[in-house]
């Protein structure tokens, strides 16, 4: 079974502080994904990784994919109360494509 | 909105009763999946449909659970004889395969509360 473990699982913050948000998993996956989820809402897609050691830039977002391909990172800059969410690893296997899942990471930035 | 849709979004029923979602999908994508979520979890692989085709089915999919996607459009999703354990949030995606990479849109999802 393939199980995706994200670290911390819970983060409190304050507006203008960075962090970083971790994905691991003993599996080697084609890609991965990551996403937000906002209470009420499904997953929303904000970056696909695909070559291990590969980085990606979303504004103030960095995502990383491990050389290994079997886990990542996500890092944010200057968190704003926007950025609140639950944020969510998925690893995409071979095939078709099935996400797994993390066990995600509830993120609360403060003004 | 030409995004996925579910309906409804909320449902509550008395344990024992069959409940039946609904996920249309993004026109054109041809590839259809249901996911579960409970509190406090990322959302888990139920089953998923290339076109009418229902081509692989989670082990955490009962035999109380049915899925359909009769003329490869919209999807039903049908619990017989709920259980409280079923209580979670039922997300649909949709996706258009093409090559390697696909992106998966999902719906807000249904949120069920069996009592």
């Known amino acids: 079974t393939q199980l995706l473990e994200q670290s911390p699982q819970f983060l409190s913050i304050q507006e203008g502080e960075n962090l970083t948000v971790y994905c691991n998993s003993s599996?080697?996956?084609?890609?991965l994904q990551w996403y937000r989820q906002e209470p009420g809402e499904g997953p929303v897609l904000l970056v696909t990784?695909?070559?291990?050691?590969e980085v990606k830039k979303l504004k103030r977002l960095t995502f990383q994919f491990g050389d290994a391909r079997k886990d990542s990172s996500l890092h944010i800059t200057a968190a704003q109360p926007g950025d609140t969410g639950l944020y969510l690893c998925?690893?995409?296997?071979?095939?078709?494509?099935?996400?797994?899942f993390g066990t995600g990471t509830r993120l609360l930035v403060s003004p | 909105d030409t995004g996925v849709s579910q309906d409804p979004r909320h449902k509550i029923t008395k344990r024992g009763q069959n409940v039946t979602f609904r996920c249309d999908p993004i026109?054109?994508?041809?590839?259809l999946y249901w996911y579960r979520q409970t509190l406090g979890q990322g959302p888990e692989f139920l089953t998923y449909?290339?076109?009418?085709?229902?081509?692989?089915k989670s082990r955490l999919l009962s035999d109380r659970f049915s899925a359909e996607r009769p003329k490869g459009s919209f999807s039903t999703l049908e619990i017989q004889r709920t259980e409280q354990g079923d209580s979670a949030m039922y997300l649909c995606?949709?996706?258009?395969?093409?090559?390697?990479?696909?992106?998966?849109?999902f719906g807000p999802g249904t949120r069920l509360l069996v009592l």
């Open positions: 995606a949709s996706s258009l395969a093409r090559g390697s990479l696909e992106t998966q849109y």
């Open positions: 599996s080697v996956f084609s890609s």
């Open positions: 990784v695909v070559t291990g050691g």
């Open positions: 998925a690893g995409v296997g071979t095939g078709f494509q099935k996400l797994v």
């Open positions: 026109s054109e994508h041809n590839r």
């Open positions: 449909f290339q076109n009418e085709a229902q081509l692989e």
